[in-house]
């Protein structure tokens, strides 16, 4: 396990989300067997922050092969962690992102918007390539919160807004293909 950290902080400093989150998986993986369950799950989180950051910019999961963890098994082993600790909050919300990301990961895999509001959908993208760069170089090895995060954000995440409500204005199921959001349990 702490070869797997080692290299993902790395990977993680060098912007290489696809490769942190199949190590960090794996580093969760060696906790499982090491039954370290709270060190397992932190692994796990941090995988899936940067599998968020490769959401959608994959066509298939072929990658997973070289570790026989795919994004799916990621969210399987914190939702058995999740039961494991009766939260059910938690786990309403690892289903959620799983959900959100498999939608995100499937329109990837589609030309969306390939000829509609092109300017706006372009600069969507950008600005949440930025976003999700930032936060994987700023998240290694630590766990803010998401509002630290969106704190930390808010230029990129209020000029993304704008764009978003303008897409909304003259496209709007563009525009909800392109802000896919979670809910909580409680919502």
């Known amino acids: 396990a702490p070869a797997a950290q080692q290299a993902a902080e790395d990977a993680a400093k060098r912007g290489l989300a696809d490769l942190v989150w199949q190590l960090e998986a794996m580093a969760g993986e060696a906790f499982i067997a090491l039954n370290r369950a709270d060190e397992a799950e932190s692994a796990f989180r941090r995988s899936q922050a940067a599998i968020t950051i490769v959401s959608g910019s994959l066509g298939t999961d072929q990658s997973k092969r070289r570790f026989s963890l795919g994004k799916g098994d990621v969210t399987q082993r914190l939702a058995a962690l999740s039961v ?37 959908v372009t600069k969507i993208r950008a600005l949440d390539r930025r976003l999700l760069d930032r936060r994987l170089r700023r998240s290694t090895f630590s766990a803010p919160s998401q509002a630290s995060d969106d704190q930390n954000d808010s230029d990129i995440l209020e000029e993304r807004t704008i764009i978003v409500r303008e897409l909304a204005r003259r496209d709007p199921d563009l525009a909800d293909a392109l802000s896919i959001r979670t809910t909580s349990l409680k919502q």
């Open 84 to 120: 494991a600790r009766r939260d059910w909050e938690q786990l309403f919300s690892d289903m959620e992102t799983g959900r959100a990301r498999a939608f995100v990961d499937m329109i990837g895999r589609r030309p969306v918007a390939s000829d509609r509001e092109r300017d706006l």
